[in-house]
């Protein structure tokens, strides 16, 4: 039983086996017949043979597993067998020998459909190779060509097609000109260069573009006839011969191409509700259809315009607010350039890609070998060098293509050149033209008037006529200079232009602007010439009358203050044709009506005499300056000494100079005076026996009030005022000054406190004629710390703060009863702070104590370090109304000199008084201006009316009228004549900003 048992074990492994063998034989038979199929498929796509390769590759594999799994259960059958017989491993073998038999047939089959399928893997991967090399060797080349294509306009004669181009640019500019010169729109215009028809040819085109005046210099075109047909070319985008509208107005329409990424947007603004159109693409060319804008909440110039890619309109950024250019304005050459650039570029990228293939190709294929690969091999080692080849054609190109930019640019730039020369002579042949028609008018009429003077000096012309030619030529020396100038400016708008023609035209007109020079300085020396002559006959007819008129006074026995009366009518002024009538009547004047005329007319161009310029030629001064003694008869021997006149003091002239010949050999000037201070008359010396000076001459005393003052009839002040004297009048000096009674003042040292400084000074607690100066203030001392509250009732609101021991509080009313508690209501002096405290408390402590030590300024007045002497510190050195001081010694009586006072006649309302004129409150005035900044001269009070001329620094001037306050500026003006031309009008004292424009000559504080 146990051998049958085994017997039937070793049949079933041995019909196990043959079962798994008929599986490896149909594997292997259908491997081989999909192998078959695929190897006889012929020329298939690259996909196909790639699935069929699968296939074949996963039948194979199927197969090959097979029989491994076969192998594996021959050797576990074998072990099987051995364990259930006993026999050898050879024995067992022997038995399942047919079975090993097929086994090997059926592997070896396998082994011959793997070398079928890798042998068909080669060829088709060869084929493959051999096709994609082939297209991308062609490919390259082809590319090459495409890119040598792109490039050659750049390169044909150096870019000189697109030299047309900018001509064109300039051909544009000229007919715009014209087209706004005649009225034209560029549609109209068109017409008139195609007369009527649809399209313009090119001997149309010629021949208008040569008639224009804009395409003209001196008569010659500016463009040869090779130079428009190129521009006509340029034009004739269809090489027809004719253009139509549309191609003519192309050029009109400015363009830009996108030079970095930036977005289209719908509205002018980036911000909020602009929704973008599309993304630009670099060097896409864009037509502009409106003008640059600037987006308000960006600040971004931006544009709109319509893009020629797919006529989408929207707008685009010009430039970023970081200097990113987006868009530039289109240039053929440019573009084109850029174009090239890029397709160069991508050549030498495919180029690269190329070589990368071909080693990465040939690096694959040199690692397996078979003979069916040798001739894709050798494709592929061929196929290298032209690959370097065409690398070097795009070095070359590239090299071509920079010279070429260089040599187009040199051609550009020699092209600018020459329309710079055309364009710099037509502007030189204007600037000519310019400047003849500058220079030559005033030229000729300078010339005419000094012919004009010349004959007015030869017949002893009246001295109406030499004015007349005075100013003509004045006139004529103003449009000389204003000439001049205008050639300056004008050459200065070419200084830094230095060709031969602008060098020829500065030199022609620098030539001009000499001549306008020479005839400026001759027209005003002669001016000088004839003014000097005038003035001289001017000054002696005037002296003339005044002797007349001084003669006349002494004749009838009139002051000249009284003759002014008569004459004004209770006027400011006497007018100008009732004093002419009155000079013409006086007795013994040997003039002639011309020569009163003559001497009157400073009087006729102020329009008549005031009060101020007659008392200045009748009352004459001396000023003393060196002490000399007034006596009561005009010789020394024969009078009594009054007094002795102080130095500074000034006296008025009764009667002329006249010599004491006591001493014949060095007689003394003597003259009879009256001493302004007192009005004591007498004789004083004015040059000793020995040459030395005692008096000399001064102008009539005058003094400009700087603050107001009541004028008295009495040197005392006590009786009722006669009127007030504003601030800034003029007031002439009638007596005085005079120094009053010595004064007993009551002054006191005082701790004064002026923001952060704390300075210990004198102050005067009143004038010594009874005025108050400082009154005692009601100020509280804080002895304990206490709260202010802000109501009286302790209970309501709460503590506003607390009172330091020390701080000062003004007690603001009288003290209120609380609950029995003394209260009263204060002010801090610390910060102002208001609120009521108590005085003393419920147990008898007191909070705040008054103080006898402060008191209130009630007037300004320096601060005096000690008696008489005031402190010399700029942060602190006077006290105004209202300020606080604390007392610290005194007070202590102090005698004070008395007020200086002074007798006086406000010139502007009459008013006349004695009052107080101190240092502060009068100044001394002559009427005689020095001016210290440029002002101008004017021609009436108001600050707004027309300006004659302008006032230089240091111009001397001379008042013809008290200074008056102008009502619309507010600012001081007064009415002057220049002693430098004789020139009249109303200059401005000080300004706005407080500058001073004119200064008084001599004046001084008293």
Same mark, same amino acid.
């Given at each position: 039983?146990?051998?049958?048992?085994?017997?039937?074990?070793?049949?079933?492994?041995?019909?196990?086996?043959?079962?798994?063998?008929?599986?490896?034989?149909?594997?292997?038979?259908?491997?081989?017949e999909?192998?078959?199929?695929?190897?006889?498929?012929?020329?298939?796509?690259?996909?196909?043979?790639?699935?069929?390769?699968?296939?074949?590759?996963?039948?194979?594999?199927?197969?090959?597993?097979?029989?491994?799994?076969?192998?594996?259960?021959?050797?576990?059958?074998?072990?099987?067998?051995?364990?259930?017989?006993?026999?050898?491993?050879?024995?067992?073998?022997?038995?399942?020998?047919?079975?090993?038999?097929?086994?090997?047939?059926a592997?070896?089959?396998?082994?011959?459909?793997e070398?079928?399928?890798?042998?068909?893997?080669?060829?088709?991967?060869?084929?493959?190779?051999?096709?994609?090399?082939k297209?991308?060797?062609?490919g390259?080349?082809k *590319?090459?060509?495409?890119?040598?294509?792109?490039?050659?306009?750049?390169?044909?004669?150096e870019?000189?097609?697109?030299?047309? $181009?900018?001509?064109?640019?300039?051909?544009v500019?000229?007919?715009?000109?014209?087209?706004?010169?005649?009225?034209?729109?560029?549609?109209?215009?068109?017409?008139?260069?195609?007369?009527?028809?649809? !399209?313009?040819?090119?001997?149309?085109?010629?021949?208008?573009?040569?008639?224009?005046?804009?395409?003209?210099?001196r008569?010659?075109?500016?463009?040869?006839?090779?130079?428009?047909?190129?521009?006509?070319?340029?034009?004739?985008?269809?090489?027809?011969?004719?253009? =139509?509208?549309?191609?003519?107005?192309?050029?009109f329409?400015?363009?830009?191409?996108?030079?970095?990424?930036?977005?289209?947007?719908?509205?002018?603004?980036?911000?909020?509700?602009?929704?973008?159109?599309?993304?630009?693409?670099?060097?896409?060319?864009?037509?502009?259809?409106?003008?640059?804008?600037?987006?308000?909440? !960006?600040?971004?110039?931006?544009?709109?315009?319509?893009?020629?890619?797919?006529?989408?309109e929207g707008?685009?950024t010009?430039?970023?607010?970081q200097?990113?250019?987006?868009?530039?304005?289109?240039?053929?050459?440019?573009?084109?350039?850029?174009?090239?650039?890029?397709?160069?570029?991508?050549?030498?990228?495919?180029?690269?890609?190329?070589?990368?293939?071909?080693?990465?190709?040939?690096?694959?294929?040199?690692?397996?070998?078979?003979?069916?690969?040798?001739?894709?091999?050798?494709?592929?080692?061929?196929?290298?060098?032209?690959?370097?080849?065409?690398?070097?054609?795009?070095?070359?190109?590239?090299?071509q293509?920079?010279?070429?930019?260089?040599?187009?640019?040199?051609?550009?730039?020699?092209?600018?050149?020459?329309?710079?020369?055309?364009?710099?002579?037509?502007?030189?042949?204007?600037?000519?033209?310019?400047?003849?028609?500058?220079?030559?008018?005033?030229?000729?009429?300078?010339?005419?008037?000094?012919?004009?003077?010349?004959?007015?000096?030869?017949?002893?012309?009246?001295?109406?006529?030499?004015?007349?030619?005075?100013m003509?030529?004045?006139?004529?020396?103003?449009?000389?200079?204003?000439?001049?100038?205008?050639?300056?400016?004008?050459?200065? !708008?070419?200084?830094?232009?230095?060709?031969?023609?602008?060098?020829?035209?500065?030199?022609?007109?620098?030539?001009?602007g000499?001549?306008?020079?020479?005839?400026?300085?001759?027209?005003?020396?002669?001016?000088r010439?004839?003014?000097?002559?005038?003035?001289?006959?001017?000054?002696?007819?005037?002296?003339?009358?005044?002797?007349?008129i001084?003669?006349?006074?002494?004749?009838?026995?009139?002051?000249?203050?009284?003759?002014?009366?008569?004459?004004?009518g209770?006027?400011?002024k006497?007018?100008?044709?009732?004093?002419?009538?009155?000079?013409?009547?006086?007795?013994?004047?040997?003039?002639?009506?011309?020569?009163?005329?003559?001497?009157?007319?400073?009087?006729?161009?102020?329009?008549?005499?005031?009060?101020?310029?007659?008392l200045?030629?009748?009352?004459?001064?001396?000023?003393?300056i060196?002490?000399?003694?007034?006596?009561?008869?005009f010789?020394i021997?024969?009078?009594?000494?009054l007094?002795?006149?102080?130095?500074?003091?000034i006296?008025?002239?009764?009667?002329?100079?006249? *010599?004491?010949?006591?001493?014949?050999?060095?007689?003394?000037?003597?003259?009879?005076?009256?001493?302004?201070?007192?009005?004591?008359?007498?004789w004083?010396?004015?040059?000793?026996?020995?040459?030395?000076?005692?008096?000399?001459?001064?102008?009539?005393?005058? $003094?400009?009030?700087?603050?107001?003052?009541?004028?008295h009839?009495?040197?005392?002040?006590?009786?009722?005022?006669t009127?007030?004297?504003?601030?800034?009048?003029?007031?002439?000096?009638?007596?005085?000054?005079?120094?009053?009674?010595?004064? *007993?003042?009551?002054?006191?040292?005082?701790?004064?406190?002026?923001?952060?400084?704390?300075?210990k000074g004198?102050l005067?607690?009143?004038?010594?004629?009874?005025?108050?100066?400082?009154?005692?203030?009601?100020?509280?001392?804080?002895?304990q710390?206490?709260?202010?509250?802000?109501?009286?009732?302790?209970?309501?609101?709460?503590?506003?703060?607390?009172?330091?021991?020390?701080?000062?509080?003004?007690?603001? =009313?009288?003290?209120?009863?609380?609950?029995?508690?003394?209260?009263? *209501?204060?002010?801090?002096?610390?910060?102002g702070?208001e609120?009521?405290?108590?005085?003393?408390?419920?147990?008898?402590?007191?909070?705040?104590?008054?103080?006898d =030590?402060? $008191?209130?300024?009630?007037?300004?007045?320096?601060?005096?370090?000690?008696?008489?002497?005031?402190?010399?510190?700029?942060?602190?050195?006077?006290?105004?109304?209202?300020?606080?001081?604390?007392?610290?010694?005194?007070?202590?009586?102090?005698?004070?000199?008395?007020?200086?006072?002074?007798?006086?006649?406000?010139l502007?309302?009459?008013?006349?008084?004695?009052?107080?004129?101190?240092?502060?409150?009068?100044?001394?005035?002559?009427?005689?201006?020095?001016?210290?900044e440029?002002?101008?001269?004017?021609?009436?009070?108001?600050?707004?009316?027309?300006?004659?001329?302008?006032?230089?620094?240091?111009?001397?001037?001379?008042?013809?009228?008290?200074?008056?306050?102008?009502?619309?500026?507010?600012v001081?003006?007064?009415?002057?004549?220049?002693?430098?031309?004789?020139q009249?009008?109303?200059?401005?004292?000080?300004?706005?900003?407080g500058?001073?424009?004119?200064?008084?000559?001599?004046?001084?504080?008293?």
């Open positions: 039983l146990k051998a049958k048992l085994s017997a039937k074990k070793q049949e079933l492994a041995k019909v196990a086996l043959q079962v798994k063998l008929k599986e490896v034989l149909e594997k292997v038979k259908a491997a081989s999909v192998t078959d199929t695929m190897v006889e498929g012929g020329d298939v796509a690259a996909n196909e043979m790639k699935e069929a390769c699968e296939r074949a590759g996963a039948a194979q594999g199927h197969a090959r597993r097979c029989i491994e799994e076969l192998k594996t259960m021959m050797l576990e059958k074998q072990r099987e067998i051995r364990q259930l017989t006993g026999q050898s491993p050879e024995e067992v073998k022997a038995e399942l020998v047919e079975i090993t038999i097929e086994m090997e047939t592997q070896k089959d396998l082994h011959e459909q070398k079928k399928l890798r042998d068909q893997e080669f060829r088709f991967v060869a084929q493959r190779l051999m096709q994609d090399a297209k991308h060797q062609e390259l080349e *590319q090459l060509e495409d890119t040598k294509l792109a490039a050659a306009p750049l390169l044909s004669e870019g000189a097609a697109f030299i047309a $181009y900018t001509w064109l640019n300039e051909v500019g000229a007919l715009k000109k014209h087209a706004a010169s005649l009225g034209k729109s560029q549609e109209e215009l068109f017409a008139l260069i195609s007369e009527g028809a649809d !399209t313009a040819t090119e001997a149309k085109f010629i021949k208008y573009l040569q008639g224009m005046p804009e395409m003209k210099e008569g010659e075109t500016l463009f040869s006839e090779e130079e428009t047909k190129a521009i006509f070319a340029t034009l004739d985008t269809e090489k027809k011969g004719e253009i =139509n509208q549309s191609q003519f107005l192309d050029p329409q400015r363009k830009y191409y996108v030079v970095s990424n930036v977005s289209m947007t719908q509205a002018l603004t980036v911000k909020g509700s602009a929704k973008p159109v599309r993304k630009m693409e670099l060097n896409e060319i864009l037509e502009a259809l409106e003008d640059p804008q600037k987006d308000p909440t !960006t600040g971004l110039m931006r544009v709109k315009v319509r893009a020629d890619k797919d006529k989408k707008w685009v010009l430039h970023g607010n200097g990113t250019d987006f868009l530039v304005a289109f240039d053929p050459f440019a573009a084109c350039e850029q174009t090239v650039q890029k397709a160069v570029q991508e050549l030498w990228d495919t180029a690269v890609t190329a070589q990368r293939l071909v080693d990465k190709w040939t690096a694959e294929l040199g690692a397996v070998d078979s003979p069916l690969l040798a001739e894709c091999k050798d494709m592929l080692k061929n196929m290298k060098p032209r690959v370097e080849e065409v690398q070097t054609a795009q070095c070359e190109l590239k090299r293509l920079e010279w070429c930019k260089h040599a187009y640019q040199k051609r550009l730039d020699s092209e600018h050149e020459r329309r710079q020369q055309l364009l710099d002579r037509r502007i030189v042949h204007q600037t000519l033209e310019d400047g003849e028609a500058l220079s030559k008018a005033p030229l000729e009429e300078a010339k005419k008037a000094l012919e004009e003077c010349t004959a007015v000096e030869e017949a002893s012309a009246t001295d109406e006529a030499t004015r007349k030619s005075i003509h030529l004045l006139v004529c020396a103003d449009k000389c200079e204003k000439a001049n100038k205008a050639l300056e400016e004008k050459m200065a !708008t070419f200084a830094q232009r230095t060709s031969d023609h602008w060098m020829e035209a500065r030199k022609t007109l620098t030539a001009a000499q001549d306008c020079v020479t005839a400026c300085d001759s027209c005003r020396r002669k001016a010439e004839l003014q000097a002559k005038v003035k001289v006959a001017e000054e002696e007819a005037h002296e003339r009358i005044l002797s007349g001084n003669a006349h006074l002494k004749s009838q026995k009139l002051l000249p203050t009284d003759w002014f009366k008569s004459l004004a209770g006027e400011a006497v007018p100008f044709q009732a004093l002419q009538s009155a000079v013409e009547k006086l007795d013994g004047l040997e003039l002639s009506p011309e020569q009163i005329s003559t001497g009157l007319l400073r009087y006729r161009e102020v329009d008549g005499l005031t009060r101020m310029t007659l200045s030629q009748f009352q004459k001064y001396y000023r003393c060196k002490e000399i003694a007034m006596t009561t008869a010789a021997k024969d009078g009594k000494p007094r002795k006149l102080a130095v500074g003091e006296v008025e002239i009764l009667g002329e100079d006249t *010599q004491d010949t006591e001493d014949t050999n060095s007689p003394m000037l003597r003259c009879n005076v009256r001493s302004l201070t007192d009005g004591l008359e007498g004083a010396t004015v040059k000793g026996n020995q040459g030395t000076i005692f008096l000399v001459a001064h102008t009539k005393p005058m $003094y400009l009030l700087n603050s107001e003052v009541h004028a009839p009495d040197f005392e002040g006590t009786q009722p005022s009127g007030r004297i504003s601030s800034g009048s003029l007031v002439e000096l009638l007596e005085g000054p005079r120094n009053g009674a010595p004064r *007993q003042v009551q002054r006191a040292q005082f701790k004064v406190q002026q923001g952060s400084n704390e300075t004198w005067a607690l009143e004038d010594g004629s009874g005025v108050t100066l400082m009154e005692k203030a009601k100020i509280h001392i804080c002895r710390v206490i709260a202010v509250t802000p109501e009286l009732n302790i209970k309501q609101g709460k503590s506003s703060r607390k009172l330091s021991i020390g701080e000062m509080v003004e007690v603001l =009313n009288e003290p209120q009863d609380y609950n029995g508690l003394p209260r009263v *209501q204060v002010r801090a002096k610390l910060d702070l609120g009521w405290v108590t005085v003393k408390g419920n147990q008898g402590t007191s909070f705040i104590e008054a103080s =030590n402060f $008191y209130i300024c009630s007037r300004p007045q320096p601060l005096e370090e000690e008696s008489g002497r005031v402190r010399a510190m700029s942060n602190i050195n006077e006290v105004h109304a209202g300020d606080l001081v604390e007392l610290v010694a005194g007070p202590q009586t102090e005698t004070r000199p008395g007020v200086s006072t002074m007798r006086g006649r406000c502007q309302t009459g008013i006349e008084g004695w009052f107080a004129a101190s240092e502060t409150v009068a100044s001394l005035w002559v009427p005689h201006y020095v001016c210290r440029r002002t101008d001269l004017q021609t009436s009070l108001e600050a707004s009316s027309s300006k004659l001329r302008e006032l230089m620094v240091n111009e001397e001037l001379m008042a013809l009228s008290v200074p008056e306050k102008e009502a619309t500026v507010g001081t003006r007064v009415h002057v004549r220049a002693d430098h031309d004789g009249m009008g109303y200059a401005t004292v000080q300004d706005t900003r500058a001073t424009l004119l200064s008084v000559q001599g004046r001084r504080r008293w």
